[in-house]
């Protein structure tokens, strides 16, 4: 089943359940202080906060998400991709656990030939909260769920809240188990790769008090209205009606994929661990397949690239990307290929990719282009320094030289190590780290001093817990990532 289809699927599914269907919202959040739109409730947020009053109690929507806190996971784990799509279903005051539970389960295991997405029962999972007996008997009595295959968990797995005193509550997971070849047995509270989470059910139903943390804080008492919030992963559910491995093999990021492997002539093995046949390389070529895909919707979105906000993530992402490609041994322009490629296979699902691609495109090679431009001055001045390296007989690049690199040239850390191993010379990476350390500690005073100065756009920053930090994305890119 294709992901367009499944987002079909999803929204039939709770449009005849009364649902009315809303488009997905852009990649540019609107709310304060959140940069990017993270996941399916973020657009209702002033409903779910009493702040608005919707036309409709009931509402569905796939929408577009870029998560930049799970960059680090890209390429490695199975199921984690910068920019996904959520399908979800809202109840605002109106529905709540009774329903969903039975309706997500409905929709899961219902045979394709009848609208559903036909998930074998026997390989569900399913999480709640150790403190709500309400959803473990609707689980367990309604639906009919063996007991054996439900976990209880704690505040910091199956709790969600606004991280400041608002609406909070339970919410239950639901799991896909791969099979012993992928992991150990034990449910989803062993092992998260094997039993791959699906689907969130969130229960907005206590007011929450002051407190700190996760699992710290009071619970006021239940919420005049209750409200429900889930969400779907499409890729990742694409990935196991598709018999696919992983995210990156889904229809919409696979091709992308094929074209870096084309393009670098490195074969694809599929290698899922450290020392598997080419895995390093399989794990650049799934950098390259989903990081292209994030910059196209978000160039699509408005984004262009830049040195700060929004736009220094796009060009996190787009540099990320060539310099796996580089790694690939691709020295050459590849976005020419590699974009139009990711164009043809989203272009179903999001017209706008293909009827707006003259201008992304132009974006993206031009900043292809600079990238290209910046490593070649990088590289006559690393030059340079090997060279006064080997003169002086230390045979090591100093830090300060590899910051300075780094910082005036946008010469990315890695690519100065591999260079200086190629020309058979050290890096002082200890000292490197040590100048990186210091320019983030002046980086931090610096916005903790705008942050007291601007407390109230920062309000909602921490509407996040497990739904993966809504709101701290002006953070989430500070640990240089190497690849
Ligand atoms: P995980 O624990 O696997 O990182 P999560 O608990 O952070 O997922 P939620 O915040 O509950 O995810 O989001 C709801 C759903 O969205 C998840 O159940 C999953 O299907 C999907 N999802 C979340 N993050 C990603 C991602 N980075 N790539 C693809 N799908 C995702
Ligand atoms: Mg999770
Ligand atoms: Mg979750
Ligand atoms: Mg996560």
């Known amino acids: 089943m294709l992901s367009q289809e499944i987002s079909k699927r999803w929204l039939e599914f709770f449009k005849d359940r009364g649902h009315t269907v809303i488009p997905s919202a852009s990649l540019v959040s609107n709310q304060p202080g959140a940069m990017f739109t993270i996941a399916g409730m973020v657009p209702f947020i002033p409903y779910f906060l009493g702040q608005e009053t919707p036309e409709f109690s009931r509402a569905t929507s796939v929408q577009k998400c870029i998560r930049t806190l799970d960059i680090d996971e890209v390429g490695k784990t199975a199921r984690h991709g910068t920019f996904f799509q959520m399908a979800g279903n809202f109840s605002f005051g109106d529905y709540f656990k009774a329903e969903v539970i039975p309706w997500a389960y409905e929709l899961l295991t219902t045979s394709v030939d009848q609208g559903g997405f036909g998930l074998d029962p026997e390989r569900l999972w399913v999480t709640v909260y150790e403190g709500d007996d309400e959803a473990y008997d609707i689980w367990t009595n309604k639906v009919g769920f063996p007991a054996e295959r439900i976990q209880k968990m704690g505040m910091g797995e199956n709790y969600w809240s606004t991280g400041q005193p608002g609406p909070a509550g339970p919410d239950s997971e639901i799991f896909y188990d791969r099979g012993p070849a992928y992991g150990k047995d034990g449910g989803p509270a062993v092992d998260d790769d094997r039993y791959i989470e699906i689907w969130n059910l969130v229960f907005m139903q206590y007011q929450r008090g002051e407190g700190t943390g996760k699992d710290s804080f009071e ?41 870096a492997s084309k393009l670098s002539g490195k074969k694809y093995h599929g290698s899922e661990n450290a020392d598997d046949e080419g895995y390093e390389d399989d794990v650049r070529m799934r950098v390259v397949a989903d990081h292209i895909r994030s910059s196209l919707m978000l160039i699509a979105d408005g984004v262009t690239p830049s040195n700060e906000g929004r736009g220094y993530i796009l060009r996190r992402l787009m540099r ?29 699902a999001f017209p706008v990719v293909i009827n707006d691609f003259e201008r992304i495109s132009r974006i993206a090679y031009a900043e292809e282009k600079a990238f290209l431009r910046t490593i070649e001055s ?7 320094a090997v060279k006064h390296a080997k003169a002086s007989g230390q045979a090591m690049v100093s830090g300060e030289e590899a910051f300075t690199l780094h910082d005036t040239y946008g010469f990315p850390i890695d690519l100065t190590l591999e260079m200086a191993e190629e020309a058979g010379v050290k890096v002082d990476e200890k000292a490197f780290r040590e100048l990186m350390e210091e320019q983030r500690h002046r980086a931090q005073a610096d916005a903790k001093a705008k942050k007291g100065a601007h407390a109230d756009l920062s309000a909602f920053r921490e509407l996040a817990d497990e739904r993966g930090s809504i709101f701290t994305g002006y953070d989430e890119l500070k640990t240089e990532t190497t690849l």
Do not use: H, W
């Open 219 to 259: 619970i006021l008492g239940e919420l005049p209205k209750k409200n429900i919030d889930t969400g779907l992963g499409v890729e990742r559910l694409a990935m196991l009606l598709q018999g696919v491995e992983n995210f990156y093999e889904t229809d919409q990021v696979r091709p992308v994929l094929d074209a």
């Open 320 to 348: 990320r990307a060539i310099r796996a490609m580089r790694l690939l041994g691709v020295t050459e322009p590849c976005l020419p290929v590699l974009f139009p490629a990711s164009r043809d296979a989203m272009g179903g």
């Open 378 to 384: 990088g590289t006559e001045r690393l030059d340079e």
